[in-house]
């Protein structure tokens, strides 16, 4: 169903992942200013295809696609640090920019930055665990590492 839109993921440009937003009216406050909270919505949708372009769908990780023994597996934050530099305001358009920073054993932390043109908005570092249906840490498959470049990081 992704080809009938395949622009509905983004695009990954020099191992980055571009993400456009328009903002709605849902997404501000009283004022026509991005709230706070949507920006963290934003920067969700951007890992999330970040994610299924690099082939690792949500839905064929918890159907155990993805583990190498049939174990459903999930990422879950397990913390963001994000910096609020300037505001979108209601019909921007913006770009949620996504990339691996490092890759660890069952964790990765994720560069994302929200930007208007050239202008940085937003700031964030998500760090994100994979993790079992017990919520137990479970190592990244090395498909998943290799996916994420995370042999061009050492």
């Excluded at 992704?2 to 509905?8: G, S």
């Excluded at 849902?26 to 200013?33: A, M, R, Y």
């Amino acid at each position: 169903m992704t080809n009938a839109w395949p622009d509905l993921s983004g695009r990954l440009e020099n191992g980055r992942h571009i993400l456009p937003v328009r903002i709605y009216f849902e997404d501000t406050d009283f004022s026509g200013v991005v709230y706070h909270g949507s920006y963290v919505r934003f920067l969700e949708r951007g890992r999330t295809e970040f994610i299924r372009m690099l082939g690792i769908g949500h839905d064929a990780l918890d159907k155990g696609e993805h583990s190498g023994d049939g174990e459903g597996l999930a990422f879950t934050v397990r913390r963001m640090a994000l910096e609020f530099n300037r505001p979108a305001r209601i019909d921007d358009i913006v770009e949620v920019v996504t990339y691996p920073g490092s890759v660890g054993g069952a964790r990765i932390v994720l560069k994302q930055a929200i930007r208007r043109g050239s202008e940085i908005l937003v700031t964030a570092d998500v760090t994100v665990a994979l993790i079992n249906r017990e919520g137990q840490p479970r190592r990244l498959p090395e498909a998943m590492r290799a996916a994420l470049g995370a042999d061009e990081m050492t």
